[in-house]
């Protein structure tokens, strides 16, 4: 049973727009929460990580929230670039140490458009 | 310049073929991971392995063995492969603590 589901599937935008990504999960113990950037054939990129209920982190354009009492995350892109074209995983570790497991969300595909 | 280096990046292989990917990280990490990636579905762990010859099974391991005889290096290795290993393998790395992963570009096999 996939225990990181994450909407939309896929998603288009038009540059300079913003948009919302969203991860729910299943995973106990969820000790952190990370989203990784993957571009077409590339490897994966993390973007931030959160790590305490409640926690919310900043980096540039990309900001996320995590509510682990709902087991929930999303990530907000702000003023969407062409670049930004992507597909966005999220991935919950239930340890904070690779004794544990990452549990990966299938991923959204994010499109931008001029 | 820390980096995880995946070669090939890309290769056909016949049904049967024995099949060598390898992977190499400068971080001196103790912790490397195979993963394979499929369309529609999140990353699954092959196998990973915590320091030189301590490798454990992941969560779909058949079909698959590894080697680690040297801290930077991790081989996935497919003796006789099938047309279901078709897929996307990505190599990874971390610290045994902290949360922090990082990932080669992968390599896509194709069996045909």
């Known amino acids: 049973k996939t225990q990181v589901e994450q909407s939309p599937q896929s998603l288009v935008v038009r540059q300079g727009e913003n948009c919302v990504l969203q991860c729910n999960y299943s995973v106990t113990p969820d000790n952190h929460l990370r989203w990784f950037k993957q571009d077409t054939g590339k490897g994966l990129v993390s973007l931030t990580v959160l790590v305490h209920e409640n926690d919310k982190t900043s980096n540039g354009r990309y900001s996320a929230t995590l509510d682990k009492d709902a087991k929930h995350s999303t990530l907000h892109i702000t003023a969407t670039l062409l670049d930004d074209t992507a597909t966005y995983i999220c991935?919950?570790?239930?340890?904070?140490?690779?004794?544990?497991?990452?549990?990966f969300g299938a991923g959204t595909q994010l499109i931008v458009i001029p | 310049d820390m980096k995880v280096t995946q070669m090939p990046r890309y290769l056909i292989k016949r049904m049967g073929e024995n099949v060598l990917l390898e992977c190499g990280q400068d971080?001196?990490?103790?912790?490397m991971y195979w993963y394979r990636q499929d369309p529609g579905l999140g990353l699954q762990l092959i196998y990973i392995?915590?320091?030189?010859?301590?490798?454990s099974e992941g969560d779909i391991p058949k079909g698959y063995r590894v080697s680690r005889k040297k801290r930077e290096h991790f081989s996935l290795i497919l003796d006789s492969a099938k047309t279901n290993q078709t897929s996307v393998y990505f190599c990874a790395s971390s610290f045994r603590e902290g949360t922090e992963v990082f990932f080669g570009k992968g390599t896509r096999l194709t069996v045909v």
């Open positions: 991935v919950v570790g239930d340890r904070g140490s690779a004794l544990g497991r990452l549990h």
């Open positions: 971080m001196s990490h103790e912790t």
């Open positions: 392995s915590y320091d030189v010859d301590s490798n």
